[in-house]
């Protein structure tokens, strides 16, 4: 058993090829192998996101704070809140982060395949991000 104590790894801010904004990264607890899973913290302040990304295993969103949006490529805009929980099925292009006028944290839960957990793309347009 291991156990990460709050705090024991340095948070980092996010960088600015994958992200638009002001954007903190804790990192929580990821598996040992044989296991794939990796966990942070992401804190969004206000008009802050992911650029375009996949996930080849999927991701799991866990909101703890504030009020953000979520979406997925040719589908609609979604807002979450605290205690919301989001899943991104493996492969599909989305972004998610802060609301423009709310920060969001959430909880990401992510698996590796072959090593790899997210395949980055371009940034959000803010015409796009605004409009949903």
């Not at 979450?80 to 920060?103: F, L, M, N, Q, Y």
């Not at 992510?110 to 409009?131: I, K, N, P, Q, Y």
Request: hydrophobic residues 35%; without cysteine.
């Amino acid at each position: 058993m291991k156990v990460n104590r709050s705090a024991s790894v340095p948070s980092s801010v996010a960088p600015p090829e994958m992200f638009t904004g002001t954007v903190r990264r804790d990192g929580l607890i990821n598996a040992e192998r044989p296991g794939r899973v990796s966990t942070g913290l992401v804190t969004f302040e206000p008009g802050a996101r992911t650029a375009w990304h996949t996930h080849p295993a999927g991701q799991i969103l866990i909101i703890t704070a504030g009020r953000g949006w979520v979406q997925s490529e040719g589908q609609e805009r979604y807002e979450v809140t605290a205690g919301d929980s989001v899943w991104i099925p493996a492969d599909e292009r989305h972004w998610h982060g802060a609301t423009d006028k709310t920060a969001m944290t959430h909880i990401a839960v992510t698996e590796s395949v072959d090593g790899s957990a997210v395949t980055w793309m371009e940034h959000v347009r803010d015409e796009d991000f605004l409009r949903g």
